[in-house]
């Protein structure tokens, strides 16, 4: 298991931040290749879960690889 975590503000985090884009998942993926089962867990707003998923599977990730947790801030 390899959980790539980015927040949108650095602040005092030392990890990713920024926004998940293309450039960010590919290079991830790459490190992924040739193993048998990869499958990407996405959680947050509606509008960067769509983004994601619509990266993930132009990069050639399968939708039943694909799983995700939804919320919306009231």
Sequence with gaps: LEVVEVV???GRWSGGSGRIDR???AAVLGRWRGRSSV????????QMMIAV????IDLGMT????HT???DLP
Aim: aromatic share 8%; net charge negative.
């Design 8 to 10: 949108s503000g650095s």
């Design 23 to 25: 450039p960010l998942l």
């Design 39 to 46: 499958h990407a867990y996405i959680c947050g707003p509606s």
């Design 53 to 56: 998923r619509e990266a993930l």
């Design 63 to 66: 939708t039943p690889h694909i």
């Design 69 to 71: 947790e939804q919320f």
